[in-house]
């Protein structure tokens, strides 16, 4: 027996609970983990209390991120002893995720754990620190560099953003962080942004080209956020586009990809391929300032993690959440 978070739903609504489930009631996979540690995402938060229907079956147990050691495989990569990490692949949406003691799932969507990282570590990076590395890896792959200019990055104190903060300040990026928690100047700063932004600076319909300004751009909330930040990036600069936090529209127009040649990026962490998944690692163990993570995470237990959750609906959160799924 071992401990999960399980959701499960009928005719009165859905219920959430820590409970002990039989190992016999893992699904099907060919790797199966002993789970070391999870982490609070905004999807997690979504299946947790319900507010979107993220969840594809029940009973499920949520969790997109895990972290932890392989006790039994039939996967040619990996062997009994192995630690590994998973980011995505529809983990706690359609198969059991990561807040439990055990999973089971199938070993094409593991990436070994870095020798830089314990697996505290690498959930306190999660799919918020691997997607802001994707976003980093989209900028610089598109020919984005340090002297062309200043990074913007929005809601920076969110996961994403802090990661992403830390490594495009790390690689030589003059970073502008945009929050609506301008109180958290200091903590911004700390990770290496330059300067820090006003959210409301950008929250509200803007002019279609406004003037330049960034020379990349790295997006969490879309929306006229991602709109203005469109209309204010320089000739032939990049925006790499992630998160919808503001909303999921574009009120935007073509005139900054054809008068100045801006490049809209999209970066999807869920289903990246194995390649763009190991280089994001890659430069997470080596641009990411490990003592950064303790101030970008703080640790939780399992059973509290279903709190957190309301928390996290609510914006209320600061950085990252690693869950302790042993505690």
Wanted: charged share 20%.
């Amino acid at each position: 027996m071992f401990s999960a978070i399980l959701i499960n739903k009928d005719d009165n609504g859905q219920t959430v609970e820590v409970s002990q489930i039989d190992e016999a009631q893992l699904p099907e996979g060919n790797v199966s983990i002993d789970v070391e540690y999870s982490t609070m995402n905004y999807k997690d938060g979504l299946a947790i209390t319900g507010s979107s229907p993220v969840v594809r079956k029940f009973p499920m147990v949520p969790g997109i991120d895990l972290a932890g050691v392989v006790t039994e495989s039939s996967h040619a990569d990996y062997k009994a002893g192995d630690k590994v990490v998973l980011n995505g692949w529809g983990v706690g949406e359609g198969h059991w995720g990561g807040l439990s003691q055990k999973a089971r799932l199938n070993g094409d969507w593991l990436v070994p754990l870095p020798s830089a990282f314990t697996t505290r570590q690498a959930m306190a990076i999660g799919t918020a620190g691997y997607t802001a590395a994707l976003c980093v890896d989209a900028l610089v792959n598109h020919g984005v560099t340090p002297d062309q200019g200043e990074i913007l990055v929005t809601g920076a104190t969110g996961g994403v953003g802090s990661v992403a903060v830390s490594l495009l300040a790390k690689a030589g990026f003059t970073v502008i962080a945009l929050t609506g928690k301008t109180s958290d100047a200091e903590y911004l700063k700390q990770l290496g942004a330059s300067d820090v932004m006003d959210r409301a600076e950008m929250s509200e319909k803007g002019r279609p080209l406004q003037k330049e300004r960034w020379a990349g751009v790295v997006d969490t909330a879309g929306s006229h956020i991602l709109a203005n930040a469109c209309a204010s990036t320089k000739y032939g600069g990049a925006v790499a586009a992630c998160g919808l936090a503001q909303g999921a529209d574009l009120p935007s127009t073509v005139m900054p990809f054809i008068l100045r040649g801006v490049a809209l990026l999209g970066v999807d962490s869920v289903m990246a391929p194995k390649a763009p998944r190991m280089a994001a690692w890659e430069r997470l163990a080596k641009d990411l300032d490990a003592s950064h993570l303790d101030l970008i995470a703080k640790d939780i237990s399992l059973a509290e993690a279903i709190d957190v959750a309301d928390q996290l609906m609510k914006g209320t959160l600061r950085g990252r959440v690693v869950v302790d799924v042993n505690k």
